[in-house]
């Protein structure tokens, strides 16, 4: 005689973190008991295994469903987690500015944040390039000290994603020349 399989009930858990920025690399673990013998999973992103524990890559923002159908010879169960998976957009940092980029010191510039984003930005750090910060979002800053200056700015959203952009040289300040007459 043979023996009767289990009832099959599916269950699954993510082995990674299942929110980033971007996109992500999520490890999916089965814990569905009954013995189960074959899964079929969707992860919502076009993209489906029968592998038990699949390592699926999510390379475009969104959210997703993730569903699991585990089965034996005799039963089969299915489970939904609806969003399990989040995948932000990523911001795109930018600096403006409005005023003069060059002259003699004292020079100021007014800084912009020009970023594009989808979600709230809440934390910006700028580097002036030489020494100065701010965590303003439009800055008004003075050079008080000659040279060629690198301006860069790191955006933070609402999600925890960040973005760098750098402008090279972008501010050039020079010492007032001195009159010399004969």
């Given at each position: 005689?043979?023996?009767?399989?289990?009832?099959?009930?599916?269950?699954?858990?993510?082995?990674?973190?299942?929110?980033?920025?971007?996109?992500?690399?999520?490890?999916?673990?089965?814990?569905?008991?009954?013995?189960?013998d074959t899964w079929l999973w969707d992860f919502g992103?076009?993209?489906?295994?029968?592998?038990?524990?699949?390592?699926?890559?999510?390379?475009?923002?969104?959210?997703?469903?993730?569903?699991?159908?585990?089965?034996?010879?005799?039963?089969?169960?299915?489970?939904?987690?609806?969003?399990?998976?989040?995948?932000?957009?990523?911001?795109?940092?930018?600096?403006?500015?409005?005023?003069?980029?060059?002259?003699?010191?004292?020079?100021?510039?007014?800084?912009?944040?020009?970023?594009?984003?989808?979600?709230s930005i809440v934390n910006w750090k700028w580097d002036?390039?030489?020494?100065?910060?701010?965590?303003?979002?439009?800055?008004?800053?003075?050079?008080?000290?000659?040279?060629?200056?690198?301006?860069?700015?790191?955006?933070?959203?609402?999600?925890?994603?960040?973005?760098?952009?750098?402008?090279?040289?972008?501010?050039?300040?020079?010492?007032?020349?001195?009159?010399?007459?004969?």
């Amino acid at each position: 005689s043979s023996s009767a399989s289990p009832q099959v009930i599916a269950d699954f858990t993510t082995l990674s973190v299942n929110a980033g920025c971007g996109s992500l690399v999520v490890e999916f673990q089965d814990l569905s008991t009954g013995a189960p013998d074959t899964w079929l999973w969707d992860f919502g992103n076009g993209n489906s295994s029968s592998l038990p524990n699949p390592t699926v890559i999510y390379a475009n923002p969104g959210t997703y469903d993730i569903t699991l159908i585990s089965s034996n010879s005799i039963s089969n169960d299915s489970k939904v987690s609806i969003g399990l998976v989040e995948v932000y957009d990523v911001p795109i940092s930018k600096i403006s500015t409005n005023s003069l980029l060059n002259g003699c010191f004292p020079l100021t510039v007014d800084f912009e944040d020009s970023s594009i984003t989808n979600n709230s930005i809440v934390n910006w750090k700028w580097d002036f390039g030489d020494g100065g910060g701010s965590n303003l979002q439009n800055p008004i800053y003075e050079y008080s000290s000659d040279g060629n200056f690198t301006v860069s700015l790191i955006v933070t959203d609402m999600n925890g994603c960040q973005a760098l952009s750098t402008r090279l040289s972008l501010i050039d300040v020079y010492k007032l020349p001195l009159a010399d007459f004969s």
